[in-house]
């Protein structure tokens, strides 16, 4: 594995997911191949050991499956990003928008501390608001971002511009629309 090819044809669309007119990108055909996943993480892992990181964030759910692998691989900390009310100790709270709604994130207020270097992970980006929650919690915990790894970017959605300056990189890049 390794090429954007390789990985772009482990990943299934499914139409009007969750509602009619989105097109959900499904990882699941990647993730049920041991050696794909294990690349993927590899060639993220080689894209982020540049960035210097301390702690990966990731959220719930997806961005946790390559997020704590990927944690791993660089020998780093992983911070947990959580629905409201899932984390046990006190947190902040970050809201964002979806293409189709919005919604929120939690973080143990104490998982940053002495400006920490910290990447954020997720699956997907789309239009970036979700990623962008993220970096408004590391840096309201006086963290510093210091890139964005994706599995897939979606292609004329704004996510990119969205998240800027900080760094990006995905793995794939694929259409928003099918």
């Known amino acids: 594995m390794g090429s954007q090819k390789d990985y772009a044809s482990l990943i299934r669309s499914i139409p009007d997911f969750p509602e009619p007119g989105i097109l959900f990108r499904d990882i699941t055909p ?9 690349s993927a993480v590899s060639d993220l892992a080689e894209w982020a050991e540049s960035q210097n990181p301390d702690l990966l964030l990731a959220a719930e759910s997806r961005g946790f499956i390559l997020g704590g692998a ?8 992983f911070i947990p990003a959580r629905k409201p009310g899932r984390l046990p100790s006190e947190t902040i709270a ?8 919005s ?4 973080v ?10 910290v990447l954020v992970h997720d699956d997907l980006i789309a239009t970036g608001g979700t990623a962008q929650a993220k970096i408004d919690a590391i840096e309201r915990l ?3 971002v210091v890139g964005c790894a994706f599995l897939i970017e979606l292609e004329g ?4 511009h969205h998240i800027a300056p900080h760094e990006m990189h995905a793995l794939v890049t694929l259409p928003a629309q099918g």
């Open 94 to 101: 970050v809201e964002y928008q979806l293409e189709y709604g």
């Open 103 to 106: 919604d929120s994130l939690e």
């Open 30 to 38: 990647l993730l049920l191949d041991a050696g794909a996943c294990r």
């Open 108 to 117: 143990h207020s104490d998982s940053i501390f002495g400006g920490a270097r």
């Open 142 to 144: 006086g963290g510093e």
């Open 157 to 160: 959605l704004g996510g990119r």
């Open 70 to 77: 990927l944690a791993q691989a660089l020998d780093i900390g």
